[in-house]
């Protein structure tokens, strides 16, 4: 016979009438289990674990306590450790970083305007709601505000000269202009001994260089100037 539960018991059974270990007899009169012949005891088993009682209809019988029952879930609340793409970018404030090129305070017409970036993933590391958490933060797109009225949103993140792949040129001059780059990323978190996640939503950062000037190259003619000095 078997008792389903959080306890295992074993019923033991004989020949009616027949004495078993413990001094106990058969039940002389079987109310069910196919002729079989429980061991006459107590209505009740108090068992290290719990009670358990004779099922209805049938004579009280010795029960044997097998197992102890499963432990019960520890009461309390799981804490679940989530990063979010404001946390990200909080922790990204630093951003990709700007370089142009000419570095001073004079930007030329006529020539290309040369800016880049650090396309290189970035390794955080946090602690939320007292749990360490480490971010891992690649750059994918690049959007490049000149600061004259037109943007350029690319993925490369640029390149010094002379290889320089990202470029601009102004039409106008102008005075006090900066460049704010606005990098977008993607990324995953990893709580300590946990699972890594991708964090959902948009993370961006910016980065502005310093103020520079728009000028543009003025020609003077000095040749008749140098023929009256005789050079």
């Known amino acids: 016979m078997t008792v389903t539960g959080r306890t295992s018991y074993e019923v033991v059974y004989s020949t009616p009438g027949a004495p078993v270990g413990g001094g106990y007899y058969a039940n002389p009169a079987p109310a069910q289990d196919n002729g079989r012949t429980y061991e ?85 590391t946090t602690t939320i709601a007292g749990t360490p958490v480490t971010i891992h933060a690649t750059p994918t797109t690049y959007t490049w505000n000149w600061g004259d009225g ?39 978190y990893t709580p300590a001994g946990g699972t890594t996640t991708p964090i959902t939503g948009t993370i961006t950062t910016t980065n502005t260089t310093t103020p520079y000037n728009i000028v543009r190259t003025i020609t003077y003619l000095t040749d008749q100037a140098e023929t009256t000095q005789g050079h």
């Open 40 to 124: 006459y005891g107590p209505p009740t088993h108090q068992c290290p674990y719990g009670t358990m009682s004779s099922p209805a209809g049938v004579r009280p019988f010795m029960f044997k306590c097998l197992d102890a029952p499963q432990a019960a879930p520890a009461q309390g609340t799981t804490t679940v450790t989530t990063v979010t793409a404001t946390d990200a970018a909080t922790l990204l404030a630093d951003g990709s970083g700007i370089t142009r090129q000419p570095p001073g305070p004079e930007v030329l017409l006529t020539k290309d305007f040369i800016t880049y970036t650090s396309p290189d993933t970035q390794v955080l």
């Open 150 to 188: 037109t943007t350029t949103t690319t993925t490369d993140p640029g390149a010094p000269w002379p290889g320089q792949t990202n470029t601009h040129r102004y039409t106008h001059t102008a005075q006090d202009v900066t460049t704010t780059l606005t990098t977008t990323w993607k990324a995953t």
